[in-house]
């Protein structure tokens, strides 16, 4: 395959409107912390107050559980290079920053990886709405998942010339350097480059494997501490909650999907309405997969095959207890990835329907996921925890979400 240069986008009003739509589900999406910013979770117990006071190179090569967040160090030694009360807003902006850079390039890149621009628009209006958004928006912490939508996208691609290639190589090396998931795509690379025998393919999957390589020598350096974490899982639960999470959950939204999922729960104790509900459900998703395997472009099948690799390697990496999974209570940020990545295999799967019945399935989907714009969780602002542990003298400071604190050196000068 010959390499070529990256076109200029069709139609730049085109691609401004889709930024400006962007714009307005993200902010919207924040409104209750954009203001003021937030620590969340791991980034404030763990990140802040192990990067505080400790010199800038230090901080980007953090390691945490063992492996390399380079996004994330870079994120939050940032935040600790400004004063206190300002330090969640770098973080959570930041960090918005970074998880724009897979929504960008699907938007520049929409005609080469052959979406419309309607259904780019159905893209950017899913990255803040389904309902798995709510836990990775905006901070830190699950800048991985992000990173792997970016790995993800750069694989449906046709492979650039010049300036786009060296780009493109270097997102996918930032991407692999900042954490695990984005090295779960090494196989979808590899696979498109022996199908394209294209030497820049085979670059790009070079990239990743360098990645792979230096996370697992570091995990091996500490010893493979898996943190509550472990590889083994039934088959039933693994399909249970691919079902639940990457088909029930995004088709019906945040509203519908919890009850539903209950209905099929075979896991509990379901009896035969809830089998023959899954057996349904298993078949459709099946065929599905069955016809892009066999009919569907190049580019979607890459989509569905890095979406089944991530789901997959997300559920046997997962913390906890994943019986959970089987549910819209947590773990939503292990299938936010590749939802997304599934939804681009769906709009290129389908071809370009102009009957009304479509367009009435397209507008129920759009009000069935239409709640999980406004969903987040939540936790106390910022200032008002701040000012609280000033005023008791204390070092220990409220976090989102609820029931998350951190811990800062006693006598840090920002709580005096």
């Not at 990255?127 to 709510?134: D, F, I, R, Y």
């Not at 799967?349 to 999980?372: C, E, I, K, N």
Request: charged content about 15%; some cysteine.
């Amino acid at each position: 395959m010959i390499a070529r240069p990256l076109p200029r986008p069709r139609s730049g009003s085109v691609t401004v409107a889709l930024w400006l739509a962007f714009l307005a589900v993200s902010f919207y999406k924040m409104r209750a912390y954009g203001l003021d910013g937030r620590f969340w979770a791991e980034e404030g117990r763990d990140f802040f107050p192990a990067l505080i006071g400790s010199e800038a190179w230090r901080g980007i090569v953090f390691l945490y559980n063992g492996h390399l967040e380079l996004a994330t160090n870079l994120v939050v030694t940032l935040a600790t290079r400004v004063e206190l009360a300002s330090a969640p807003l770098v973080t959570t902006w930041l960090s918005w920053a970074v998880q724009a850079l897979p929504v960008g390039l699907l938007i520049h890149a929409r005609g080469l990886i052959g979406l419309s621009s309607p259904r780019a628009l159905l893209f950017v209006f899913a990255t803040a709405a389904l309902p798995q958004s709510a836990e990775v928006w905006a901070n830190s912490i699950n800048l991985h998942f992000h990173l792997a939508l970016l790995a993800g996208l750069i694989a449906l691609l046709p492979t650039m010339g010049g300036r786009a290639a060296w780009g493109l190589r270097a997102l996918l090396l930032a991407a692999g350097l900042g954490g695990i998931p984005p090295n779960a795509l090494l196989p979808v690379f590899v696979w498109r480059a022996s199908r394209e025998r294209s030497r820049e393919r085979g670059i790009q999957a070079g990239v990743l494997g360098v990645t792979t390589v230096l996370q697992l020598v570091l995990l091996a350096a500490q010893g493979f501490d898996l943190q509550g974490r472990d590889s083994v899982t039934s088959p039933l639960l693994l399909w249970m909650a691919l079902l639940a999470q990457h088909v029930v959950s995004p088709l019906l939204g945040m509203r519908l999907s919890g009850p539903v999922i209950g209905w099929f729960d075979v896991l509990h104790g379901g009896g035969g309405t809830a089998w023959a509900l899954a057996l349904a459900l298993s078949a459709a998703s099946l065929a599905f997969m069955a016809r892009v395997a066999r009919r569907g472009p190049d580019t979607a099948r890459a989509a569905l095959a890095a979406a089944g690799s991530l789901a997959v390697f997300c559920v046997l990496t997962s913390l906890g207890n994943r019986e959970v999974l089987v549910s819209t209570d947590v773990g939503g940020r292990y299938f936010y990835a590749p939802n997304l990545l599934l939804l681009v295999c769906l709009l290129l799967a389908v071809p370009p329907v102009r009957a009304p019945g479509w367009r009435l399935a397209v507008l129920v989907w759009v009000l069935f996921a239409l709640p999980g714009l406004k969903v987040y969780l939540g936790g106390p602002p910022w200032p008002e925890a701040l000012a609280r542990a000033r005023q008791a003298e204390a070092t220990r400071i409220e976090l989102w979400p609820a029931g998350w604190t951190m811990d800062l050196p006693a006598g840090y000068p920002a709580l005096k």
